[in-house]
Each structure stands twice: as C-alpha cells, then as structure tokens.
C-alpha cells in the first residue's frame, strides 16, 4: 500500500511539474528560446494567486484563470518590446537575456513581496479523499485535474484553432509562415505570452500544494528544462507524461533515500536522459 | 490593351554586401502566364525573395497599383501576391489539410474556404487521399502538388511559383503544367521561375531572360523560341 501511495503522491505531483513545463516547451518550439526565466514566471503567477486569496478572498481554483490573464500580458508585453529584439540573436544571447530577467523578476519579488514562505490555504487545504487505502490530498488532485485539462486545451488550440496553426507553422517553417501572412512579432508575442500564462496558472497551483518564495524560480525552471528535454517539443501529453516521470521518481527519491535528494534525483535522470537519448529527443526530426 | 498586374523597376537585390540584382525590369499583365528563365545563380529566387519582401532592396514593385517596397512578407501575401518557394517549404508536421488550411489563413469567408478545398482536391485528387497524412511523409510530386494547393487556397491575384519541376518526373511535371493552365483559365495570373525552359515555355505567354542579375531578353514566347543565341544557350538545339 506505501508503494501505491508513493506512486499517486508521485503522479500528483507530475501532473503539476508537467503543466509547469507545458508554457517552456511551448515557448522552446516556437521561439528556439529556452527560458530561463520561466520559474520566475511560476513565481509570479503564484503570487498572483496568493494576493487573490488572501487579499479579495477569492478561492484560489477561481483565481488561476485571473493569474492566467495577468500572466499573458505580462509575458506578451516582455516579448513584443523586449525578446523580439534579440530573437534572431545566437542561443547564448537569449538565454543571458532570460537569465537576466529572472535575476530582475527574482530580486523585484523579493522587494515587493519580502523573502517570506506564503502558502495557499484555503478551507479546504487538510481535506482529502481516501480511495482504495490510498489517500489523496483535496488540493493536490485538483492540481492534478487542472494540469490535465489545461494540457488538453493548449492540445485543441494547437490542432483546431487558427491560432494553433499559425504557431505551429511558424515552429515548423518560419519562412513559409511569413509567406503565408503570419506576423512573426505578434506571433511570438501570443506564444511567449501563453507560455507565461500556463506558468502563471502552475505557479497558483504551485502555491497550494507548497510555499511560494522569491526563489523558487531557478530550481523550477530546471525541472522544467528535464521535462522539456524528455517529453519533447511537439505534444502536450508527452509533456505531461514527463512530468509524471519526474514526479514518481521524486516520489521514490524521497521516501527510499531521503526527501533532500528530490532535486539530485531530476538532474541525475537529465543526464541519463541526454546519453541515452541525445538532441533527437528535441525535435521529432 | 493589357492591365499591368505587376511592374517592377530599377530593382536591386543582394545578400549583405554582394549584389544580385542590378536594375531590373519586369512586367506582368493580368491574366498572363510570364516565365522567367534562366540558369542556376542567375538570381531568379532572389528576385521573387525581393518581390515577396523577404530581403532588402531598391527600386519599385508596384502591384495592383500598390507599392510593395515598405511592406513585409505577411503584408505582400495580404494583397495577394503569392508565393510558392522553391523546395516547396511545407509545414513538414502538419497535414496536407493543415497545410492547405494555412494558405488560407487570412480569409474570412468560410463557405469561400470550403468550396476551395473542393476545388484544390478537385485538381489534385491525391492530395483528397492523402489529407490526413504529414505532408513531410508525401513523395516530391506530392509535395509540389500540396505546395501549389496551399497557395491557391489564398485565392491569389498572383501566384509566383519557384522552381516547379525541381527533382520532378517529366511526367509529373506536364501534370503540374496542365494544372497551372487551368488555374490561369480561372483568373489567375502567374509568374513561373523555372530552370527548365523547355517545361516553362510550353505554357507561358511571354518570357523573361535572366542572366547574372540582369534581363537579358524578353518577349511573347514565339519570339524568344525563335532566338538563335537563346536557342543554343537554353533550348539546346541550333
């Protein structure tokens, strides 16, 4: 039964950290940027959900698609006047940039915000539902149910909607998109800022199932950057289903060797995963 | 007399400090079928690169009464001036459908978008087969077929296509140039860019030489066939 347990705190868990790296690979696809600034983005939107709940009351569930909102400006914004000067720039440019902007993002919460631990917790938080002998925090499963049907919905938006087209078009051929009417600028500026949305909606997620800091970007955007590496570019589930991996791992990671070596066990499987499955993990070609 | 579609002047194109185009003229009329021949390097994509607004350049590119220069790429599609690349550029995984979908991306009139998709799996009922299918997996004939039909999904005024039977059986070559009659039939005028004169010629009204960055001859197609200079140089034969 501990296994068992284990495996659905695990696949709770995964289903975060995939929804987490959807708004990265998403953005890797399409832009050719990794970003690194992709967990101060889960930061914010974390805050976002939190300043919602405690300041207008608001549950935190119903608050996820105002940090979304928010999330999307502020993602849109930082690409069309900032990013889209530098994206035809090496990769090295982009990822200082990134990295510089999450030192700022970084630095700008801990101003505003203080370096306190904030957690989520509406009334609701201890609940759990039992099923099978395995018990399952109220909280954690609508995280889990949220990453899943946010997954699906980037999926139909991507295969159903002329928006969905135009980004995956330009992923794929960026010479033929602009041959045939997409506006690069304002293409990319609609991705990033989607990808900022879906970290906004994480971080909320983030926030209830743990605590919200300052600094809980870098490690996230790393775990991102794994799930990333090992889901691919091209399919959301295959993004879930790395997060799910990660998640399990974890899981084991922390109850047969110890809670601290959460972190050690995703970097470890990372370069596994590069000598085993190199680059062509990237991209299906 | 004729309405000019497209008039181009004085154009000049390059990569960064090496020029490819010095000067050109160019005229196309509504209706017409234009070939512009000429050898590998003479500049031939570069052109349609400078008239797509794809790289920089001088001079004038005045379609439908609307100069093209101060506009980008997804501009001059806007107006229906349409390009089909060289080495036909599909979204590799998407679908046939998908691709197509593209080409008419811009248009706001579903039912239009409907009717021409019948039409396009009309004219190519392979594509109608394969619409499911990546359009990386189809064979070459296929992907210049998908390359065509997503290009006139954009119901183009103008519909530029670069290097057609590139890699193509001959056989599937006289398909394509069938097809590009009939769609001139329908009111679309076309400029083919094409290596293979002879392909070219056989459906074109009036042709253009390009050697080096320059125009070196034009006229009706009779004209050009009878040439001598262009007979040996191109055609082949004394």
Known sequence: MLFAQILVNGVMLGGLYGLMALGMALVWGVLNIVNLAHGAFVMLGGYCVYFLFTGLHLDPFAALPIAMVVMFVVGYLLQRYLLNLI?????????????????????????????????????????????????????????????????????????????????????????????????????????????????????????????????????LTAKSFVITIMGGLDNPFGIILGGLFIGIAEALAAIYIGPTFTDAISFGLLVLILVARPARSLRGA | ?????????????????????????????????????????????????????????????????????????????????????????????????????MGALLRRDPEGVVRSFARMYELFPILAERRRQMAGSLSGGEQQMCALARGLMAEPKLLMVDEMSLGLAPVVVDQLLVVLSD????????????????????????????????????????????????????????
């Open chain 1, 87 to 219: 994206i035809r720039s090496s990769h090295l440019n982009t990822l200082l940039i990134t990295f510089g902007l999450d030192v700022v993002l970084t630095y700008l919460a801990q101003l505003a915000f203080s370096a306190d631990f904030r957690a989520i917790n509406p009334t609701y938080a201890g609940s759990n539902v039992t099923l099978l002998g395995v018990t399952i925090p109220l909280v954690r499963f609508g995280a889990f149910l949220t990453a899943l049907v946010l997954a699906a919905a980037l999926w139909v938006m991507l295969e159903r909607t002329r928006l969905g087209h135009s980004i995956r078009a330009t992923s794929q051929n960026l010479i033929a998109a602009r041959l045939y009417g997409v506006d690069p600028a304002q293409l990319y500026a609609v991705t990033f800022g989607l990808g900022a949305a879906l970290a906004g909606a994480a971080g909320g997620l983030y926030g209830m199932v743990s605590q919200v800091t300052p600094y809980i970007g870098a490690t």
């Open chain 2, 1 to 101: 007399m004729s309405n000019p579609l497209l008039t181009i002047s004085g154009l000049r194109a390059g990569y960064g400090a090496a020029p490819v185009l010095f000067g050109l003229d160019l005229k196309i009329n509504e209706g017409e079928i234009v070939a512009l021949v000429g050898s590998n390097g003479a500049g031939k994509t570069t052109l349609l690169r400078a008239i797509s607004r794809m790289i920089a350049a001088e001079g004038s590119i005045n379609f439908a009464g609307k100069e093209l220069m101060p506009l980008t790429p997804e501009q001059v599609f806007a107006t229906g001036l349409v390009q089909v690349p060289e080495g036909r550029q599909l979204f590799a995984r998407m679908t046939v459908e998908e691709n197509l979908r």
């Open chain 2, 183 to 238: 769609i001139r039939k329908a009111g679309v005028t076309i400029l083919l860019v094409e290596q293979d004169v002879f392909a070219a010629f056989s459906v074109a009204d009036r042709g253009y030489v390009i050697e080096t960055g320059h125009i070196v001859r034009e006229g009706t197609v009779a004209e050009l066939e009878r040439d001598s200079d262009l007979r040996k140089a191109y055609l082949g034969v004394a």
